[in-house]
T-cell receptor
Framework: GAVVSQHPSWVICKSGTSVKIECRSL??????MFWYRQFPKQSLMLMAT?????????EQGVEKDKFLINHASLTLSTLTVTSAHPEDSSFYIC????????????FGPGTRLTVL | KNQVEQSPQSLIILEGKNCTLQ??????????LRWYKQDTGRGPVSLTI?????NTKSNGRYTATLDADTKQSSLHITASQLSDSASYIC?????????????FGKGTSLLVTP
Protein backbone atom coordinates (compact mmCIF):
# COMPACT_ATOMS: atom_id res chain seq x y z
CA GLY A 1 0.00 0.00 0.00
CA ALA A 2 0.92 3.65 -0.29
CA VAL A 3 3.17 4.83 2.53
CA VAL A 4 3.76 8.35 3.75
CA SER A 5 6.42 9.12 6.32
CA GLN A 6 7.07 12.14 8.48
CA HIS A 7 10.20 13.28 10.24
CA PRO A 8 10.66 13.93 13.03
CA SER A 9 7.93 12.08 14.89
CA TRP A 10 8.22 14.51 17.76
CA VAL A 11 10.17 17.68 18.48
CA ILE A 12 10.58 19.98 21.45
CA CYS A 13 11.91 23.45 20.82
CA LYS A 14 12.34 26.78 22.54
CA SER A 15 10.05 29.68 21.82
CA GLY A 16 11.34 31.80 18.94
CA THR A 17 13.14 29.03 17.11
CA SER A 18 12.13 27.49 13.78
CA VAL A 19 11.25 23.87 13.22
CA LYS A 20 11.17 21.96 9.95
CA ILE A 21 8.95 18.92 9.42
CA GLU A 22 9.41 16.64 6.44
CA CYS A 23 6.72 14.64 4.66
CA ARG A 24 7.68 11.97 2.16
CA SER A 25 5.67 9.66 -0.07
CA LEU A 26 7.78 6.52 -0.07
CA UNK A 27 6.37 4.43 -2.88
CA UNK A 28 4.46 6.83 -5.11
CA UNK A 29 4.81 10.28 -6.56
CA UNK A 30 2.50 12.94 -5.22
CA UNK A 31 2.01 16.21 -7.02
CA UNK A 32 -0.19 17.34 -4.17
CA MET A 33 0.43 17.05 -0.46
CA PHE A 34 -1.56 18.50 2.41
CA TRP A 35 -0.65 19.77 5.85
CA TYR A 36 -3.05 19.45 8.76
CA ARG A 37 -2.97 20.47 12.39
CA GLN A 38 -4.82 18.61 15.10
CA PHE A 39 -5.40 19.77 18.65
CA PRO A 40 -6.30 17.30 21.40
CA LYS A 41 -9.69 15.68 20.92
CA GLN A 42 -10.30 17.77 17.82
CA SER A 43 -10.61 16.89 14.17
CA LEU A 44 -7.87 17.46 11.63
CA MET A 45 -7.81 21.02 10.33
CA LEU A 46 -6.39 21.65 6.88
CA MET A 47 -3.67 24.28 6.96
CA ALA A 48 -2.47 24.31 3.39
CA THR A 49 -2.27 22.44 0.11
CA UNK A 50 1.23 21.91 -1.21
CA UNK A 51 1.68 21.60 -4.97
CA UNK A 52 4.93 20.40 -6.47
CA UNK A 53 6.74 23.18 -8.26
CA UNK A 54 4.37 25.95 -7.24
CA UNK A 55 3.35 27.99 -4.24
CA UNK A 56 1.26 26.42 -1.54
CA UNK A 57 -2.37 27.36 -1.07
CA UNK A 58 -3.16 28.33 2.50
CA GLU A 59 -6.49 28.04 4.25
CA GLN A 60 -8.11 31.13 5.66
CA GLY A 61 -6.54 32.17 8.94
CA VAL A 62 -3.25 30.34 8.38
CA GLU A 63 -0.26 32.68 8.20
CA LYS A 64 1.84 31.80 5.17
CA ASP A 65 4.87 33.66 6.52
CA LYS A 66 4.75 31.66 9.73
CA PHE A 67 4.12 28.26 8.19
CA LEU A 68 6.48 27.98 5.25
CA ILE A 69 5.77 25.14 2.86
CA ASN A 70 8.11 23.84 0.21
CA HIS A 71 7.23 21.04 -2.21
CA ALA A 72 10.51 20.68 -4.05
CA SER A 73 10.01 17.21 -5.47
CA LEU A 74 7.24 14.73 -6.19
CA THR A 75 8.02 12.82 -3.01
CA LEU A 76 8.89 15.52 -0.49
CA SER A 77 7.11 18.44 1.11
CA THR A 78 8.39 20.38 4.10
CA LEU A 79 6.62 22.53 6.65
CA THR A 80 8.70 25.04 8.57
CA VAL A 81 7.16 26.64 11.63
CA THR A 82 9.02 29.91 11.97
CA SER A 83 9.51 31.72 15.27
CA ALA A 84 7.52 29.08 17.06
CA HIS A 85 5.47 30.00 20.12
CA PRO A 86 3.76 27.79 22.72
CA GLU A 87 0.40 28.21 20.97
CA ASP A 88 1.93 26.49 17.92
CA SER A 89 2.27 23.31 19.96
CA SER A 90 0.13 20.76 18.21
CA PHE A 91 0.08 17.53 16.23
CA TYR A 92 0.99 18.19 12.61
CA ILE A 93 -0.04 15.61 10.03
CA CYS A 94 0.72 15.55 6.34
CA UNK A 95 -0.99 13.59 3.61
CA UNK A 96 -0.17 12.84 0.01
CA UNK A 97 -2.72 12.43 -2.73
CA UNK A 98 -2.42 9.15 -4.59
CA UNK A 99 -2.29 9.90 -8.30
CA UNK A 100 -4.84 7.28 -9.37
CA UNK A 101 -8.23 5.99 -8.29
CA UNK A 102 -10.42 7.99 -5.93
CA UNK A 103 -7.86 10.75 -5.26
CA UNK A 104 -7.32 9.13 -1.91
CA UNK A 105 -5.05 10.84 0.55
CA UNK A 106 -2.63 8.73 2.52
CA PHE A 107 -1.63 10.21 5.84
CA GLY A 108 1.71 10.35 7.53
CA PRO A 109 2.15 9.25 11.15
CA GLY A 110 2.19 12.83 12.41
CA THR A 111 4.70 15.05 14.19
CA ARG A 112 4.13 16.17 17.77
CA LEU A 113 5.50 19.71 18.22
CA THR A 114 5.97 21.12 21.70
CA VAL A 115 7.17 24.68 22.03
CA LEU A 116 8.46 25.62 25.46
CA LYS B 1 -22.07 24.65 4.41
CA ASN B 2 -20.51 21.21 4.15
CA GLN B 3 -20.68 19.40 7.46
CA VAL B 4 -19.94 15.95 8.80
CA GLU B 5 -21.48 14.96 12.13
CA GLN B 6 -20.45 11.82 13.98
CA SER B 7 -22.07 10.06 16.87
CA PRO B 8 -21.55 9.07 19.53
CA GLN B 9 -18.68 11.32 20.54
CA SER B 10 -17.24 8.53 22.64
CA LEU B 11 -18.06 4.92 23.33
CA ILE B 12 -16.89 2.27 25.77
CA ILE B 13 -17.55 -1.40 25.05
CA LEU B 14 -16.40 -4.74 26.36
CA GLU B 15 -13.95 -6.81 24.39
CA GLY B 16 -15.75 -9.17 22.04
CA LYS B 17 -18.83 -7.01 21.69
CA ASN B 18 -20.04 -5.36 18.51
CA CYS B 19 -20.62 -1.65 18.01
CA THR B 20 -21.88 0.75 15.37
CA LEU B 21 -20.67 4.28 14.76
CA GLN B 22 -22.74 6.83 12.87
CA UNK B 23 -21.91 9.57 10.39
CA UNK B 24 -24.36 12.10 8.92
CA UNK B 25 -23.25 14.56 6.31
CA UNK B 26 -24.48 17.49 4.28
CA UNK B 27 -21.57 17.57 1.84
CA UNK B 28 -22.40 18.39 -1.76
CA UNK B 29 -21.58 17.50 -4.45
CA UNK B 30 -20.73 14.15 -2.95
CA UNK B 31 -17.71 12.30 -4.27
CA UNK B 32 -16.93 9.57 -1.74
CA LEU B 33 -16.99 8.73 1.94
CA ARG B 34 -14.16 7.21 3.93
CA TRP B 35 -13.74 5.86 7.39
CA TYR B 36 -10.37 6.21 9.05
CA LYS B 37 -8.95 4.76 12.24
CA GLN B 38 -6.61 7.04 14.15
CA ASP B 39 -4.62 5.62 17.03
CA THR B 40 -3.52 8.09 19.68
CA GLY B 41 -0.51 10.06 18.49
CA ARG B 42 -0.64 8.56 15.02
CA GLY B 43 -1.93 9.57 11.62
CA PRO B 44 -5.27 8.31 10.28
CA VAL B 45 -5.33 4.97 8.47
CA SER B 46 -7.98 4.26 5.86
CA LEU B 47 -10.48 1.50 6.64
CA THR B 48 -13.01 1.82 3.82
CA ILE B 49 -13.87 4.10 0.95
CA UNK B 50 -17.28 4.18 -0.72
CA UNK B 51 -18.61 5.99 -3.73
CA UNK B 52 -22.18 7.04 -4.42
CA UNK B 53 -23.20 3.71 -5.89
CA UNK B 54 -21.85 1.53 -3.08
CA ASN B 55 -24.08 0.58 -0.16
CA THR B 56 -21.71 -1.52 1.89
CA LYS B 57 -18.05 -2.36 2.08
CA SER B 58 -16.18 -4.62 4.42
CA ASN B 59 -12.60 -4.72 5.60
CA GLY B 60 -12.14 -7.64 7.96
CA ARG B 61 -14.17 -6.98 11.09
CA TYR B 62 -15.10 -3.50 9.85
CA THR B 63 -18.21 -3.03 7.73
CA ALA B 64 -19.26 0.36 6.44
CA THR B 65 -22.65 1.22 4.99
CA LEU B 66 -23.72 4.20 2.98
CA ASP B 67 -27.20 5.58 2.29
CA ALA B 68 -26.64 8.36 -0.21
CA ASP B 69 -30.31 9.31 -0.17
CA THR B 70 -30.41 10.08 3.55
CA LYS B 71 -26.72 11.06 3.61
CA GLN B 72 -25.89 8.66 6.37
CA SER B 73 -23.11 6.18 6.89
CA SER B 74 -22.29 3.71 9.61
CA LEU B 75 -19.23 1.74 10.62
CA HIS B 76 -19.91 -1.57 12.30
CA ILE B 77 -17.15 -3.27 14.25
CA THR B 78 -17.62 -6.97 14.93
CA ALA B 79 -16.10 -8.91 17.80
CA SER B 80 -14.16 -5.94 19.10
CA GLN B 81 -10.57 -6.27 20.23
CA LEU B 82 -8.52 -4.17 22.61
CA SER B 83 -6.54 -2.90 19.64
CA ASP B 84 -9.71 -1.39 18.21
CA SER B 85 -9.44 1.35 20.84
CA ALA B 86 -8.90 4.47 18.73
CA SER B 87 -10.65 7.44 17.18
CA TYR B 88 -12.75 6.67 14.11
CA ILE B 89 -13.11 9.52 11.68
CA CYS B 90 -15.66 9.88 8.91
CA UNK B 91 -14.39 11.91 5.97
CA UNK B 92 -16.61 12.99 3.08
CA UNK B 93 -15.08 14.18 -0.13
CA UNK B 94 -16.75 16.88 -2.22
CA UNK B 95 -15.83 17.47 -5.82
CA UNK B 96 -15.32 20.97 -7.13
CA UNK B 97 -13.76 22.84 -10.02
CA UNK B 98 -10.50 23.08 -8.10
CA UNK B 99 -10.39 19.41 -7.20
CA UNK B 100 -11.56 17.46 -4.19
CA UNK B 101 -12.07 18.86 -0.71
CA UNK B 102 -12.12 16.61 2.34
CA UNK B 103 -14.63 17.32 5.09
CA PHE B 104 -13.69 15.74 8.40
CA GLY B 105 -15.95 14.66 11.20
CA LYS B 106 -14.73 15.16 14.76
CA GLY B 107 -14.45 11.45 15.24
CA THR B 108 -15.82 8.88 17.67
CA SER B 109 -13.45 7.86 20.41
CA LEU B 110 -13.81 4.12 21.03
CA LEU B 111 -12.44 2.39 24.10
CA VAL B 112 -12.53 -1.40 24.25
CA THR B 113 -12.05 -2.75 27.76
CA PRO B 114 -11.16 -6.26 28.91
Amino acid sequence: GAVVSQHPSWVICKSGTSVKIECRSLDFQATTMFWYRQFPKQSLMLMATSNEGSKATYEQGVEKDKFLINHASLTLSTLTVTSAHPEDSSFYICSARFPRGHNEQFFGPGTRLTVL
Amino acid sequence: KNQVEQSPQSLIILEGKNCTLQCNYTVSPFSNLRWYKQDTGRGPVSLTIMTFSENTKSNGRYTATLDADTKQSSLHITASQLSDSASYICVVSASSNSGYALNFGKGTSLLVTP
